[in-house]
C-alpha cells in the first residue's frame, strides 16, 4: 500500500476515534493519519506488528481468537496511532468504572491534570460518557471531550506522602468518628490526588510530576 493508501484508510476507518468537537478536527485528522501513515511505512514499527499479528488472528478459526489473551482489537491499533502512544493496553469495562469512580471523585477540586493526545489538560466535568477539558484553568476555550478510557490522570503515588500530609491524616483519624472517617479520608485523598485505587501501576494513570499538585 502507498502513503495515500494508508492515510485514507485511517481517515475511513479512524476518523471516529478523535472527537468531533475537537478545536480544527480536520487538521487534526489529517495530521494523525500521516503519523499512521508514518508507522505503517516503518518496517521496524511496533504499530505494524501489531496489524501483523491481528491480520494473522483473523485467519484463525474465532473460537480460537477469542482464547488468544494477547490479541488486539484493530480499534485500538488504530487508536494507538491517532494518539501517537506506544502503549496500547486493552482497557476493560470494569477498568472504566474504576477510572470513572475515581476521576469523579476528584473533579470538584478543579485541578485535576490529566494527559490526553500526548498533551496536558486540566479535567473540569464529565457527561455523556466524556471528560470536559481545558487547556488550562483560565481558559475560556473549551477543550476536547474525550472518552473516559482516551485520558489517563496524574496522580500522586501514595509513597509521595510529605510528614506533613501524613501528620495531617493522622490527626484526622483521631478526631472524627468510624463513619465519618471514611468520607472524609476519600475527600482528603481525592483533594490531594492519591493514588489509592492503585491505578498507576495498572497503567490507567501517570504519575505526577512533583510539582504539579500543591503538597502544603
Known amino acids: 500500500m502507498t502513503r495515500e493508501d494508508y492515510i485514507d484508510e485511517f481517515i475511513r476507518h479512524g476518523s471516529d476515534l478523535i472527537p468531533y468537537n475537537t478545536p480544527n478536527y480536520d487538521e487534526v485528522l489529517l495530521e494523525r493519519a500521516n503519523k499512521y501513515a508514518d508507522e505503517m511505512l516503518n518496517p521496524d514499527s511496533e504499530l505494524e506488528k501489531l496489524c501483523e499479528r491481528h491480520d494473522s488472528l483473523i485467519g484463525k478459526h474465532s473460537s480460537v481468537v477469542e482464547e488468544q489473551e494477547d490479541k488486539e482489537p484493530i480499534d485500538n491499533i488504530l487508536y494507538a496511532a491517532a494518539c501517537g502512544i506506544k502503549n496500547t493496553k486493552i482497557i476493560t469495562e470494569e477498568d472504566k468504572v474504576l477510572l470513572l469512580k475515581d476521576i469523579c471523585g476528584r473533579l470538584p477540586y478543579f485541578d485535576l491534570w490529566v494527559q490526553y ?9 464529565y457527561g455523556h460518557e466524556r471528560i470536559e477539558l481545558l487547556p488550562n484553568i483560565f481558559s475560556s476555550i473549551a477543550g476536547p471531550c474525550p472518552l473516559i478510557d482516551e485520558i489517563k490522570p496524574y496522580l500522586r503515588p ?4 510529605t510528614e506533613e500530609e501524613k501528620e495531617e491524616m493522622t490527626k484526622m483519624s483521631t478526631l472524627i468518628n468510624s463513619i465519618t472517617l471514611v468520607k472524609e479520608l476519600g475527600d482528603w485523598l481525592n483533594a ?3 493514588d489509592y485505587h492503585g491505578l498507576i501501576p495498572m497503567g490507567l494513570a501517570l504519575e505526577a ?7 502544603e
Open 158 to 161: 501514595m509513597s509521595s506522602m
Open 192 to 194: 490531594h490526588h492519591f
Open 209 to 215: 510530576p512533583k510539582d504539579m499538585y500543591k503538597t
Open 117 to 125: 493526545d500526548n498533551k496536558d489538560w486540566l479535567a473540569i466535568g
